[in-house]
């Protein structure tokens, strides 16, 4: 298994000590998860983040199937009688998997080629001869000698040929040759794009119909525009490599001075290079460029994602949930401030005539004081722009008082209609219709973003950039990894908690997920953690993982908290040294005792780590916050409602919604996201948009540009305070 070798890579890796990677992979060989690990485990860890530990999960996978195919490997050349100290240095040296492949490519049992036909037909002595470059006899009567009806080589020219082949083979498979070329090409060849001409194309791909950039230098999200547009038939995609640099490499390698055969080898080599070299070379540049374009933009989809999951619940609101549409009218969705529905229905407020208007007016002003509406989410979908004229004109506009007690925002409506024809918004409401489902989570999405989001595929939430051109699993798996960690760091109510949201629980799978529900169901609300130990499949592996990121409000006091169970009595002690009991949790007297006690010196004395007495003292001072109510979130009201009230110099407040590569997309009420290009968010320099901006973000900016016809709005941040 090669674990000292490992641990070391590891250690190099991400600059870790030898303690904290003998102790993590311990844990995770051991069942442990990553919230759990990161939260409870900090001494073992030094306070590694949860970022951190799913790096060090993923390179040590990797590094699991890399010694494993080693291993593999290293036994097929010895199965060979080939193995030796040079190969075994090579391969125990290699540091990726290409690299391994690379030189095992010579040994590797290829299928029939040109030149394992060759080999086949006797032709192998002749090549050795050749490359040996020593002229020993008559070289046209050697190659004569080859020659044999029986095994089809008829003359000179095919035994020749044949030679020449098992040597391109040969040249092809050299590792050394490899990397050069790769690396040469990496470095100064180019990737061109062109129109397919068997094709109209598409507009969107009309900047790369003749287009060429540095292989080193070309960004993450125009490789995936080539790639899409190359997968669409649109566009024609190939590689420009430093052609002459690569040959006259190979040649000063391959050809030794004075040799007799200068001309048979060039010919062979550019045989070699154009033949066999390129093609793969190409392919494994074509591939690498696009895993790395896909690492990126996962980055860029994680951290944008994350950002969307924590921010500000508006908690304490009655909020009427509105799906705008045009012939099937708006649905409608009120739930409490629990979330549990109050009413569904329709509204045809886009078209028709003042009165229709008007008495549709009057009919939400009645159920708006009817269940006590404190907010109206209104999605920013189709006939949002004439939903949101309505509200203001007909509903505003028509009843003072509302102005005074109602808010309303325009919600994202990215995903809804996903989480509407799902199976669980089907379970979850058998007897509405999808779009009134949409108008309900509309309403639930900002009263709890994380609780409604988790019921959406995160691929679905509209974040990012080429998420449908990536690795599909790779990215689940990344997106994945975000939401479990946010669920963990938020805490989950396990008595108001969706099966959905459960399943993303530290130990929690989506079985255990279930019967919590039906537990809950039967046997009415969880009262205490340790009631969990009663849920079918929960077992005190799943509890150790779970029991602190579940909360139970009416319970026990310390079963509110993120202080984990098997820390109840350190808190207690803690609380007792400080002469105060549980009745005073979250009171200013604790936060005033235990802001002014030696924490390290009581740690020693209660032989408990100082991170995990730490994060027990801010539970005792502040039981179950919740750590998105530190990101503020604006409810924004504004009168340019449409594209065509934007006007070049305007500023305005505006919402960012999506960050990609090259700039940043920013909701400024018209129903029509502007973009920020990179060049136009700071008048430093920028590398990344992520570096300025995050998703949720309030920013000011100006109108720079608006194209109406193509529906393109340009703002600018730096340009605000010129």
């Known amino acids: ?130 490359q040996k470059q020593i002229y020993e006899y008559d070289f046209d009567s050697y190659v004569s000698s080859f020659i044999n009806e029986e095994k089809g080589v008829l003359t000179n020219d095919e035994a020749l040929q044949g030679a020449k082949d098992i040597i391109a083979e040969r040249i092809s498979d050299d590792a050394n040759f490899r990397k050069f070329i790769r690396n040469n090409t990496f470095k100064k060849g180019l990737i061109v ?167 549709e007016a009057d009919r939400l002003y009645y159920l708006i004081k009817k269940y006590k509406v404190n907010l109206i989410s209104l999605g920013n979908g189709t006939a949002s722009r004439e939903s949101e004229m309505f509200i203001n004109k007909h509903l505003f506009g028509r009843y003072d008082d509302l102005k005074q007690t109602v808010d309303y925002i325009i919600t994202n409506e990215a995903g809804a209609s996903v989480y509407s024809a799902s199976k669980l918004g089907i379970k979850e409401f058998p007897n509405l219709d999808v779009s009134v489902r949409s108008a309900i989570s509309l309403a639930r999405r900002v009263q709890d973003p994380l609780c409604e989001l988790v019921k959406i595929d995160p691929k679905s939430i509209g974040v990012g950039q080429y998420q449908h051109d990536m690795n599909q699993k790779h990215l689940s798996e990344a997106l994945g990894g975000v939401v479990e960690n946010c669920v963990n760091q938020v805490g989950v109510e396990v008595n108001n908690a969706s099966p959905s949201l459960l399943n993303y629980v530290s130990g929690i799978n989506s079985s255990i997920a279930e019967n919590i529900v039906k537990y809950k169901e039967e046997k009415g609300p969880f009262k205490s ?85 730490q994060d027990i003292k801010d539970e005792l001072v502040k039981p179950g916050r919740d750590i998105r109510d530190l990101n503020q979130k604006a409810i924004l009201r504004n009168d340019v409602t449409d594209i065509t009230n934007l006007k070049v110099g305007m500023v305005l407040d505006g919402t960012v919604r999506n960050i990609i590569d090259f700039g940043a997309f920013v909701d400024i009420g018209v129903h029509q996201d502007g973009l920020i290009h990179i060049s136009q968010l700071s008048n430093g320099y920028v590398k990344h948009p992520l570096d300025i901006v995050k998703i949720g973000q309030i920013v000011k900016v100006k109108v720079i540009s608006v194209d109406v016809d193509k529906k393109k709005i340009g703002l600018s941040m730096k340009e605000v305070n010129k």
């Not at 190359?230 to 001075?257: A, F, G, H, T």
């Not at 139970?552 to 079963?559: A, E, M, V």
């Open 1 to 130: 298994m090669h674990l000292d070798l490992i641990k070391s890579r590891l250690i190099e890796d991400l600059e870790l000590s030898e303690l904290q990677v003998n102790n993590v992979i311990e844990m995770l060989d051991n069942g442990d998860t990553i919230p759990f690990i990161a939260r409870y485990r900090k001494e073992k860890t030094n306070s590694m983040t949860d970022e951190v530990l799913r790096t060090f999960d993923e390179k040590y996978h990797y590094y699991l199937n890399f010694y494993d195919r080693l291993d593999t490997i290293v036994k097929s050349i010895q199965d060979q009688g080939l193995y030796s100290d040079e190969i075994d240095y090579a391969l125990f040296n290699a540091k990726t998997l290409s690299e391994l492949e690379d030189i095992y490519r010579p040994y590797k049992p290829k299928k029939k080629t040109r030149a394992s036909i060759a080999k086949a037909k006797g032709l192998e002595p002749l090549a050795d001869y050749i």
């Open 193 to 359: 794009s062109s129109k397919n001409k068997d094709e109209e194309g598409k507009i969107v791909f009309d900047q790369y119909y003749d287009y060429q950039e540095k292989i080193n230098k070309i960004p993450a999200h125009r490789v995936l525009a080539i790639n899409r547009g190359e997968k669409l038939w649109v566009l024609k995609v190939n590689i420009s490599d430093p052609l002459e640099e690569n040959l006259s490499y190979l040649e000063r390698k391959i050809i030794k001075n004075n040799s007799p055969f200068v001309e048979i080898l060039k010919e062979t080599i550019q045989d070699s290079y154009s033949r066999l070299i390129k093609p793969s070379i190409e392919n494994e540049i074509r591939n690498d460029l696009t895993e790395t374009s896909e690492n990126s933009s996962i980055e860029v989809f994680k951290l944008n994602l994350k950002e969307l999951l924590l921010e500000s619940p508006i908690k304490n609101k009655v909020v009427l949930g509105f799906d705008p549409g045009f012939r099937t009218g708006c649905k409608l969705g009120i739930v409490n401030e629990n979330g549990v529905v109050l009413y569904t229905g329709v509204c045809h407020v886009t078209l028709g005539s003042e009165e229709l208007f008007n008495k």
């Open 529 to 613: 953690r340790k009631e969990l130990l009663n849920v079918p499949k929960l077992g005190k592996k799943a509890f150790e993982q779970c029991a602190g990121f579940l909360r139970i409000s009416d319970g026990y006091i310390l079963d509110r908290t993120g202080i984990h169970p098997e820390s109840y009595d350190v808190a207690l002690k803690l609380l007792k040294i400080c002469e105060l009991d549980v009745s005073c949790i979250g009171t200013n007297e604790i936060a005033e005792k235990l802001n002014h006690i030696d924490l390290e010196k009581i740690a020693k004395e209660l032989n408990v780590g100082l991170e995990t007495l």
